[in-house]
């Protein structure tokens, strides 16, 4: 299936089927191993007191979950120290980003697992270094398995916001103007995941630049 770039908005690029079968199937079996591995997925709570509906891993760097800031162990959850960024996955959000026109070697990435009842509640990607964000260094996100109702608004909580079928394979990737906008997961499509990957939830994987 050939990949289909649709610009969604200035520094908003949704890459269609930008992962082939094979590939897909080889970033799974490496989520599985990150998810289940020793360091493994695990449910923050945020600082509201709130649990989120998804699992979550954190590579090269942790984001705690309660006080919103990157460290190097999950001083809110077990305190292990976080894995680095696999370099072929630095390369694939590298060569993502510059199809999308940003050039950026992101160095910490955010794996999250969704069950058939996970979603991801309306928020802004703002913690990392601010030199990054006033740069619009870019978000990459990877979708893999079930498809994902991906609501994707403005940069103020109250514009409108955009509803969206992220599918496995797909890319999505915003930086520039686009770098603060809103963004969540208002539900998961069971179901939907290629048969090939075995899967049922879906797994996606953020990079981004400290
Ligand atoms: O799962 C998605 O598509 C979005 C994930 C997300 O918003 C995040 O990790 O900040």
């Known amino acids: 299936m050939a990949v289909t770039s649709v610009a969604i908005a200035a520094g908003t690029t949704w890459l269609k089927d930008y992962l082939r079968i094979p590939e897909q199937r080889a970033l799974v079996e490496q989520c599985r191993a990150f998810m289940d591995g020793p360091a493994g997925g695990y449910v ?57 026109g940003f050039d950026v070697e992101p160095d910490l990435c955010i794996l999250n697992w969704y069950d058939a009842d996970g979603r991801m509640g309306l928020h802004q990607d703002k913690d990392e270094r601010r030199e990054s964000i006033e740069a619009g260094l870019p ?25 969206l079928l992220l599918e496995s394979g797909d890319a999505f990737v915003f930086g520039g103007p686009a770098r603060l906008r809103y963004h969540g997961v208002s539900r998961i499509i069971p179901g939907t995941a290629p048969p090939e990957l075995g899967i049922e939830g879906r797994f996606n994987l953020t990079f981004r630049k400290y």
């Open 139 to 163: 978000v990459v996100s990877i979708s893999l398995g079930d498809t994902a109702r991906f609501l994707f608004g403005g940069s103020r909580r109250r514009e409108p916001i955009e509803s």
């Open 44 to 100: 923050p709570t945020v600082r509201g007191g709130g649990r989120m509906r998804v699992r979550m891993v954190c590579l090269g760097r942790h984001w705690n979950a309660l006080t919103y800031k990157y460290e190097p162990t999950r001083a809110d959850h077990d305190d292990a120290p976080v894995a680095p960024v696999p370099e072929e996955w630095v390369a694939m959000a590298s060569r993502i980003a510059h199809e999308a």
